[in-house]
């Protein structure tokens, strides 16, 4: 008979780990008994806010536990997952899955080989207000798709382009919606700050359609986490933050004569607010990798996911790495300029 409980442990006690141990505190069929980070200190703490045992290694965590959170940073995450593969542990890999496309293709067949639950955290996928997204989408003919993914430059994780950063949550989203590759794909890049690509625009044609645009920026002062679809019955506005869905279509117009003054026209539009329902993507996300775990399931995002999503951001990043601008600042309104860096550097 399966064991209905499951130990859970959490690698890494960042805030993303933590926040993972605050929801496995409260799913169902699950329990957290243990974390373990490299940081003896910050790891004693986490340990202790949620009274479980901190590990100094990650061998001693495995010995402890069914499956585990990895919440490593990404240049971590292959060597670790395939230690867990090996030892016979179900995972759920923060994304993105790997840091090289190398290492994802190698992972992927090896949690194939091992018929264990390996799921990539691409935590949008159950965001309530994408799910409800979709499922209006249904019924549309898609002309274009616009993703947009913006947040200030304090917090940000700088250690890498924003395209790793921001923009592989929507291009995992775009292989869902468009269900296979795009065949043509342009992409420019600004970084203001240092090296690293830090505003990247970049738009993508698909074998039938439709045309997707996605915008990934650090330096906006402003947090955006929207979709906006442009369809042949109507134009739909979905905010992944505010978790909302809202429908506007065009109704036929009216020719109205009120009164001497001549014929008046009048269009009107239906706008409609999808109810969404109010919860907790990454409440969703870890109870899902849990139920996968317990009944043996295949979780909705899979390490082929997570490749085909690394797959299109990396040439994404590279594209705007070709393609890249170097913001100037100007001293008159203060207005930047921008040159390309090939010149820059010449």
């Known amino acids: 008979m399966p064991q209905t409980i499951k130990r859970i442990g959490v690698i890494g006690l960042g805030r993303m780990g933590s926040q993972h141990c605050r929801i496995y505190t409260g799913l169902r069929k699950a329990q957290l008994v243990g974390v373990t980070d490299s940081n003896p200190e910050i790891g004693n703490r986490i340990a202790q806010r949620f009274e479980v045992p901190f590990y100094a290694n990650v061998d001693e965590l495995l010995d402890n536990v069914d499956a585990v959170s990895l919440v490593t940073p990404t240049p971590y995450h292959f060597e670790v997952a395939m230690h867990c593969i090996e030892r016979g542990i179900h995972v759920m890999i923060e994304k993105p899955i790997t840091e090289t496309e190398e290492q994802a293709v190698a992972l992927v067949k090896a949690a194939e080989d091992s018929g264990l639950v390996v799921q990539v955290g691409h935590i949008e996928r159950f965001n309530p207000a994408y799910m409800e997204l979709k499922n209006v989408l249904e019924d549309l003919n898609i002309l274009a798709v616009n993703f947009r993914r913006l947040s200030v430059y304090s917090g940000s994780n700088t250690d890498v382009d924003v ?8 291009t995992d989203l775009v292989m869902d919606l468009a269900g296979t590759e795009p065949v043509s794909m342009s992409a420019t890049g600004i970084n203001v700050y240092g090296p690293a690509v830090d505003y990247a625009s970049a738009q993508l044609r698909f074998p039938s359609g439709p045309l997707m645009t996605l915008t990934a920026s650090r330096v906006t002062e402003e ?30 117009g009216q020719y109205l004569n009120h009164n001497a003054r001549g014929v008046k026209y009048r269009q009107e539009s239906v706008v409609e607010s999808i109810v969404v329902p109010v919860v907790e993507p990454l409440y969703s996300e870890l109870q899902h990798f849990v139920d996968c775990v317990v ?3 295949c979780p909705l995002v899979t390490p082929t996911a997570g490749l085909k999503a690394l797959h299109l951001a990396l040439q994404i990043r590279d594209a705007c790495r ?25």
Do not use: C, W
């Not at 395209?163 to 929507?170: A, G």
């Not at 300029?337 to 010449?346: D, N």
């Open 163 to 170: 395209v790793l950063d921001l923009m592989i949550h929507d």
């Open 223 to 252: 947090k955006v986490r929207s979709i906006e679809v442009t369809a042949m019955e109507a134009y739909v506005e979905a905010s992944l933050l505010n978790k909302s869905v809202t429908l506007h279509r065009r109704t036929s």
């Open 295 to 297: 009944e043996g399931k």
């Open 322 to 346: 070709a393609n890249l601008l170097t913001a100037i600042p100007r001293n008159s309104f203060n207005q930047p300029s921008f040159i390309p860096v090939a010149s820059a550097i010449s």
